[in-house]
């Protein structure tokens, strides 16, 4: 007997149930090797087996390209904040990037120890509730990269799949972290991508980066050896020893997506369960959705009443309902449900059905 509850947390998050649940089956004995896979080699053939497995579905779900590389790193996103500068800033050593949050201006300060970089637009002024419009004419010919955040966990903000910056030949170079394999985004439009596992794809613990293969192999004579993209590429992600079982985790994560239809499928249903919240948040009036409608996440939906003791007060009785993990990000104050994936329609209607419960409660 078990009981689960609809989890809306930002990262680690909620995972599907099956794939948990499959997981669980086989913790013992993994496919008759008598083991589970936390325990076994990584150059054995089983765990080679499920890193293969892991590339392969990923490549098929986002469509990337022949001439793209996947890699599965440590670190976090975080890590690549550093590792994309000290690979990228091969020839004029420096990049644009746009301003959308927390997460942009962590990657913004740590560029800047290696190279120059053009901050060219921010809407830190209104607590990034909306994408900033970008003038073209304002982008660095010369760039060895132009960085964005694809989705902006704690703002709930994001750049649309037909939104994106036209770099030309500068290489995009996005960090997807919260919404990778939410929607339909053209792999071959960017250079770079990479993505923390632990919002839409997995436990955390492995880092997911997708690169065209000619940025790799120009890194800076003071890189490390690990943050290296080439050392990784020439090794299949087994130069040292890999995160095995968040990797298996992934590739579970990433065969049930498949089993849903693939990315297409599961955009479908992530606009379905956005749209529930953001048409009750609009016509509500308790409740406020904070982002610009354009602009708005399929996976992270802020929101506020306005009123510190109300927030409280609905966030208390949703963990009572079983609805946890809606606290917003200090920053925005207020809720955040993140609804990514994994977490079913059946969860956002619940989640709705009792905030116009709430609401007409405490008119
Ligand atoms: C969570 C998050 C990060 C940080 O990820 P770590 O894996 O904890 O380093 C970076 N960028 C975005 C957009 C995130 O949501």
Redesign the pocket.
């Known amino acids: 007997m078990y009981e689960r509850v609809y989890n809306f947390s930002a990262?680690p998050s909620v995972l599907p149930e099956e794939v948990l649940l499959e997981a669980s089956k086989e913790m013992l004995n993994y496919k008759g090797s008598g083991m589970s896979v936390m325990e076994m080699s990584h150059r054995s053939k089983e765990f080679m087996g499920i890193a293969a497995d892991a590339e392969k579905l990923l490549r098929e779900l986002m469509n990337v390209p022949a001439n793209y590389k996947i890699l599965f790193l440590q670190g976090?996103?975080?890590t690549q904040f550093a590792m994309i500068p000290l690979n990228l800033f091969s020839n004029s050593k420096t990049a644009d990037y746009v301003d959308t949050g927390a997460?942009s201006t962590k990657a913004i300060k740590e560029a800047k120890k290696y190279g120059t970089v053009n901050v060219l637009a921010s809407s830190k002024e209104s607590t990034y509730s909306y994408i900033p419009k970008l003038d073209k004419s304002a982008f660095s010919k010369d760039a060895d990269y132009f960085h964005i955040?694809t989705?902006?966990?704690i703002y709930g903000t994001r750049f649309t799949p037909d939104n994106l910056p036209d770099t030309g030949d500068v290489p995009l170079v996005a960090?997807m972290?919260?919404n990778i394999l939410s929607e339909v985004y053209d792999v071959s439009k960017f250079g770079l991508i990479y993505a923390?596992a632990?919002?839409n794809m997995g436990p955390?613990g492995v880092?997911a980066v997708i690169i065209r293969e000619d940025l790799i192999g120009k890194a800076m004579d003071i890189t490390p050896t690990m943050l290296d993209y080439k050392i990784h590429a020439d090794a299949d992600s087994l130069y040292n020893t890999p995160p095995c079982y968040s990797i298996y985790m992934c590739m579970l994560v990433f065969k049930w997506l498949k089993e849903k239809g693939g990315v297409a499928a599961m955009e479908k249903i992530n606009r379905e369960k956005s749209q529930l919240l953001y048409d009750y948040l609009d016509q509500s009036a308790m409740f406020k959705a904070t982002v610009a409608v354009e602009d708005r996440s399929l996976m992270n939906v802020p929101f506020v009443t306005g009123n510190d003791e109300l927030d409280a007060a609905f966030i208390k009785e949703a963990v009572a309902k079983g609805f946890v993990n809606l606290k917003g990000h200090r920053s925005v104050g207020g809720m955040r449900a993140s609804i990514y994936n994994a977490m079913p329609v059946e969860g956002v209607k619940a989640l709705v059905e009792f905030m116009k419960e709430f609401e007409a409660k405490n008119k």
Do not use: C, P, R, V
Request: net charge neutral.
């Open positions: 990262g976090g996103a975080s997460w955040t989705n902006n966990t960090d972290s919260s923390g632990q919002k955390a880092t």
